[in-house]
């Protein structure tokens, strides 16, 4: 039922645990998981996992990526962005997303998948 498989790259983070941390709360979230399905670049999602992971963070500072494409600059919307190019890359079986915090130097790759009605299905009609 997986239709999108999701990379989560968590860059220049205090520590490697705080990069892993917010990585895999951005991953597992299932907010995050449903957008990716709807293919809504929804950075918002992204911040509350982030807020989530509760870490010591500057909101000011995040910078946001789908694939090469800045979505957030310094925690705020980037209304540079192109808008048709997001949508084009949302269509992709693999969606990157690149969270910059720009606080330090660690960094965490965490690997996820979307949550879609399929998904829910194959996993909700079956007992154990």
Do not use: C
């Given at each position: 039922?997986?239709?999108?498989?999701?990379?989560?790259?968590?860059?220049?983070?205090?520590?490697?645990?705080?990069?892993?941390?917010?990585?895999?709360?951005?991953?597992?979230?299932?907010?995050?998981?449903?957008?990716?399905?709807?293919?809504?670049?929804?950075?918002?999602?992204?911040?509350?996992?982030?807020?989530?992971?509760?870490?010591?963070?500057?909101?000011?500072?995040?910078?946001?990526?789908?694939g090469n494409?800045?979505?957030?600059?310094?925690?705020?919307?980037n209304r540079?962005?192109?808008?048709?190019?997001?949508?084009?890359?949302?269509?992709?079986?693999?969606?990157?997303?690149?969270?910059?915090?720009?606080?330090g130097i660690?960094?965490?790759?965490?690997?996820?998948?979307?949550?879609?009605?399929?998904?829910?299905?194959?996993?909700?009609?079956?007992?154990?």
């Amino acid at each position: 039922g997986v239709k999108k498989l999701i990379k989560v790259n968590v860059k220049k983070a205090k520590s490697k645990s705080q990069a892993k941390n917010i990585a895999f709360s951005v991953s597992n979230s299932p907010l995050v998981k449903t957008a990716i399905a709807g293919e809504d670049p929804n950075w918002g999602r992204i911040v509350m996992a982030i807020g989530k992971a509760k870490e010591n963070i500057l909101q000011n500072k995040i910078n946001i990526k789908f694939g090469n494409l800045l979505l957030a600059k310094k925690g705020e919307k980037n209304r540079a962005v192109n808008l048709s190019k997001v949508d084009h890359y949302m269509k992709k079986n693999i969606i990157e997303v690149e969270v910059n915090l720009n606080l330090g130097i660690h960094s965490s790759i965490v690997y996820g998948n979307d949550l879609n009605n399929e998904y829910i299905k194959i996993n909700a009609d079956y007992r154990s």
